[in-house]
Structure formats: C-alpha cells, structure tokens
C-alpha cells in the first residue's frame, strides 16, 4: 500500500495514453474508409469495377471493427481488427496489383502503423510476414489469386524503398518508445522525492496530511476508524549536540527501519518534522493504537543505537489519538500533541493517553 500512489499514477498514465491511442485510431479507421470510397469510386468511374467492389467492401470490416469498439470499448480488439484489416487489404493490392499495378505502394503506410500500435517485437514479425507474402507474389506470378506481374526494377525498388522505410520507422519508434521510458521514470522519481522525506525514506509531511485527509475522507463516507501515533525522539538536540549530527542523522534512519518493521503493510509512517514522527494507522482502535505505540517504544527502548562504537540513549514518547476523539484532522493531531506533551511531562518514554484497565492505571500496557 506504501507505493500505491505511484503504482496508481503510473497506471493512470498508460491509461490516459490507451486513450489517446484508441481515438487516433478511430480517425485512422474514419480517414481509411472515406479513402476507400474514394479511390474505390476512381476505379468504377475507369472501368474497374471488379477492383471498386473489392475496396468498397473493405470498408465493412473497418465499420465493424469501429462499432464493436464503440460498443465493447476493448482496444485490443480494435488494434487486432485495425491491423487484420490493412494487412488483408495491402495483400489483395500486392497480388492484384491495384490500378496499372501502383497497388503495392500503399504498403508504404503500414510499417509506421504496425510499430505504434505493436511492440517493435511484434511489429518487425508481422512485417516480416508480409515481406514473405510480397516476395512471393513477386516470384511466383502464377500462384493462385496472384492476378498481376511486376518488373524486375519495380521489385528491386519496392523493396529497397520498404526495408529503408521500415528500419527507419523502427529505429523512431524505439528512440519514442525510450524517450518516453526516461520521462515516465524521471516523472516516477520526481513524484517519489516530491512525497518522501530525503533522509529516513519515510513518508513526508505534506504527503501524510495528503494521507490523513483521504483517511479523513473514508471514514465520514463508510465509519472506517482509524488512529494516529505522534512520536517525537527524547532529549534528540543532545544527541545532536554531544555527537554531532551525522550520529543524529544515522539516529533517524535507525528509527525508521524500527518502525517499518513494526507497522502494517496498510500503515503509514511519515517525518512529521525534526525528530517527530507521525503514524496513520487505518482501520485501527485507540488501544490497537496504543499497542503498537507501545510495541515501537519497548523496541526502541531495547535496540542498541551505536555511533562509532558507542551506545546512544535513545527512547520515544508517543501520544496517540482515534478519529473517534475528534471531529477533523485537526483536532485530532491537536489532540495527540497534547498526549504527546503529556507522555514527556510524565517523564518520557512512554506512551500517552494511560489506559485504565482492570482497575489500575496502565501507561505502557499491551491492550489487544
């Protein structure tokens, strides 16, 4: 749940690029069949009328294809269909010839097409294929629908012409394909910095009062609880003072494998400031709330935290709040500061509120 925000921005953006796809698409099948009719119309108005029908009814699977799309909104289906369709068509032109035999040169479209609707893996197969189609049309004339002949410079043209197109094509679509993979990691590393404290790895504060309202947001929906963990480092500026701020830099990052390891894979940790630290912890009672406080403080209470050799003393106190005590974030980050300072007057490391159970006053107890 800790990379979900990124997980979900990347799928966001794929997403939006499908999108963007699947309407060019749309127009490419839109410009296909006016082109068809057109050039169809041309040939029966000089007496091909064989050929007129033949790009006239080429048209229909492209309706289709566009319908199915409009009703189904699969784009893999529309991509399949779209691409069938044209390699269909370019194999009637390439052994039909077309009109005076200038049908193989709309082959010119398809390899650019093919690589921004396939992976270049896929595309260069599929080209191949249709390589091997025309290279048989053109050696064997006599095969079966095969209803034209080509000369030898016409063959030796078209080939040369379409390898250079095609490897062309190849090599804009992977310097696309890896521009764009650049910019969606540069784009993912950005985010992540944007939303991450530089130092511990945790999350930051401006990302957890993103977290917090969005928490906020599904318990005024639904009644999900949920509880928060303010924590703040003891006597943390004379670490800083008596070892330098290299050991209370290496302090932080200390901690904040301690409390990845001590919270759920749904909680969120975050550097609130300095050496606080806040908890969101989701779906969560005040005394769950309190066991892990507690838990985090007795793991921290018992880790030895060295500096060149030497023990640092190192312990946490923590106030902790439910959504339940309060009416907004606010007031519930208010109400934890308060428990916070409470669990410091009473003498630090420890966890506040103290939970009265089984008739005796429990600070530092393991509610369940």
Not at 73 to 80: A, F, H, V, W
């Amino acid at each position: 749940m800790k990379d979900q925000s990124t997980s979900s921005s990347h799928r966001g953006v794929e997403e939006t690029e499908d999108i963007r796809i699947a309407r060019i698409l749309t127009w490419l099948s839109l410009m296909a069949i006016l082109f068809l009719a057109g050039i169809g119309a041309k040939a029966w108005l000089f007496g091909h009328v064989g050929h007129a029908f033949v790009l006239w009814a080429f048209a229909i699977p492209l309706t289709l294809n566009m319908l199915w799309f409009a009703h189904t909104g699969n784009r893999t289906m529309q991509k399949g269909g779209l691409i069938a369709t044209v390699g269909v068509l370019f194999a009637y032109l390439i052994a039909s010839g077309g009109e005076n035999n200038t049908g193989p040169l709309w082959f010119y479209v398809f390899p650019p097409l093919l690589f921004y609707l396939t992976s270049l893996r896929t595309g260069t197969a599929i080209l191949l294929f249709c390589y091997l189609i025309a290279a048989a049309v053109f050696l064997f004339p006599d095969l079966p629908l095969v209803s034209t002949e080509y000369t030898l410079d016409f063959k030796i043209r078209f080939f040369a012409t379409l390898t250079f197109e095609s490897i062309f094509c190849f090599v804009l679509e992977a310097s696309r394909l890896k521009a764009r993979n650049e910019l969606m990691t540069l784009a993912r590393t950005h985010e992540h910095a944007a939303r991450t404290d530089e130092l511990t790895g945790l999350a930051n504060r401006r990302e957890m009062q993103h977290r917090l309202d969005t928490e906020f947001s599904r318990y005024q929906r639904s009644g999900h609880h949920f509880s928060i963990a303010l924590i703040d480092l003891d006597l943390f500026k004379s670490i800083n003072d008596e070892y330098g701020h290299h050991a209370g830099d290496e302090v932080l990052k200390t901690f904040s494998e301690l409390t990845r390891r001590i919270i759920r894979q749904s909680d969120i940790a975050a550097r609130w400031g300095g050496e606080e630290f806040l908890l969101l912890l989701p779906d969560t009672s005040l005394l769950q709330a309190l066991s892990l406080a507690e838990r985090l403080r007795a793991e921290v209470s018992n880790h030895a935290f060295l500096f060149r050799g030497q023990r640092l003393p190192i312990s946490i106190s923590a106030g902790v709040c439910s959504i339940a005590k309060a009416g907004s974030v606010d007031a519930l980050l208010k109400q934890a500061d308060v428990h916070l300072y409470a669990a410091k007057e009473a003498g630090r490391n420890q966890v506040a509120p103290r939970v009265r159970m089984g008739g005796r006053d429990d600070a530092n107890s393991s509610p369940t």
